[in-house]
């Protein structure tokens, strides 16, 4: 009953929503889906067209042999086929980054994100360096020297973690100025307005301080409850006076987009997956590490790994949340990239159930073992975890991140339920079919158009 009214709420913002649209624009759109914007239609459509113009053949092959080198030897015939599409969408993620590259005609731009259909598009993914399936990414690229106002409007219920992190760059993604969702100052109908600029941030609420280095805003919508919670709508605006300027050519898109596959080679095949996930031993996790390079948030505990099992094994993976306002457990494959993001390949903070002392155990297998937590790694006997832990305090105090943790063991299928927490919840495969249907229709509603 909750559930429905919850829905029913949504479903009343959304049809006010489609009226308002209607009425502005005379295009009548069946679903209000925020994240399907004329911008992003624009920008698709260009990264598409460069994309079927530039094959960009040396720097592929290079990035793939970085992640082989990465990996180490052997590589198996299943991991090797998935390599060359991964290389494929980490090329048009380099693309993206660039079509939406002018801070005197800046949009907003979903990235780092699976295939889809929409706008009449047939929009490859661009995922890349263990994509999160509950975030929704979006950019802005800013010049430090001009104004700008990004608008926001939050509906009912919103994303379960929202953060806007101004970045030096878009490969290494290094933080120079951050606002936390939770300092974020909402209007009474969920509107906001944020302005960067290289104004002091001092005592100002909403506002983002520039430094030189930054180039991009990126903020991330963490979705917990797929089938209710929405990202937030947003668009941004110069302050300045752009008519002096025209906009980036094409030939300087392509530049850049050669720029960022060159820089992602070293980022993330050597960074995320050599450094990173490789270097531990296989079907161990890092412990949990708080920093903000690499693309990961200041406030932000990371812990990485690389799993190999048999049909009849799992890992068990026990994850203790600390201070963290959302954490997830993603399953990805041996190159960080998920395979589909609709199967139960991930569970988070909201969708995950907990055991009896707030810790929360994690199965992951090829296997269904009918527990309510199964982490489905879809056919796959190796690839990559990387586990994550958002909304911590940060700052100097939280450098030990000392109260999150992970635990990680191989057991047998058969032995399952011996290690398994007292309390475990099972589910029947009627149960199961419910939780992978919602799963299946909240994934559906950000790829509307
Ligand atoms: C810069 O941001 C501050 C703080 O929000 C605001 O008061 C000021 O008007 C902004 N400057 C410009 C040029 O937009
Ligand atoms: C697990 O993933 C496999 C491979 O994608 C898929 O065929 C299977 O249906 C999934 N299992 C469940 C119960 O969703």
Known sequence: ???????????????????????????????????????????????????????????????KAAYQTAH???????????????????AFSAIQKAVNNDPYYPKVYVVDAGPREWFGLDVPGGRYSYDNPDCVYRTIPIDSGLSYIVTGKRFTPGPTDVSFSLISNPNSQNTVAYLAGEDLVLGSDGSYKITINSTSAEGATNHIQSTSDATQLLIRNNLGDWTTETPDEISVRIIDDASDHDPISKTKIVLDATSNLGQSIVTYGVGALGLKTSINAVNTLSDPSQSSSLGTLTSQASSFGHFELAIDEALVVTLTPGAATYFVVPVTNPWMVTTDPAKQISL???????????????????QDPEVYNWINTTGLTEGTIMARWQGLPTGSESSSSSDVAIDIQVVPLSELASVLPTGTRYVTPSERAVQLEERAAGYARRLQG
């Open 348 to 366: 988070n903070s909201v969708q995950a159930d907990p055991n009896t002392d707030g810790t929360y155990t994690f199965v992951v297998s090829l």
């Open 72 to 90: 180490g030897l052997p590589i198996s015939d299943e991991a090797s086929s998935t390599l060359d599409a991964a290389i494929d969408e980490l």
């Open 1 to 63: 009953m909750q559930r429905l009214s919850v829905r029913h709420t949504l479903a009343t913002a959304v049809t006010a929503l489609c009226a308002i649209a209607t009425t502005a624009n005379a295009a009548p759109r069946s679903v209000a889906n925020p994240l399907a914007t004329e911008d992003q239609r624009v920008l698709d459509a260009l990264a598409i067209e460069i994309n079927n113009g530039h094959d960009f053949p040396v720097l592929k092959a290079s990035a």
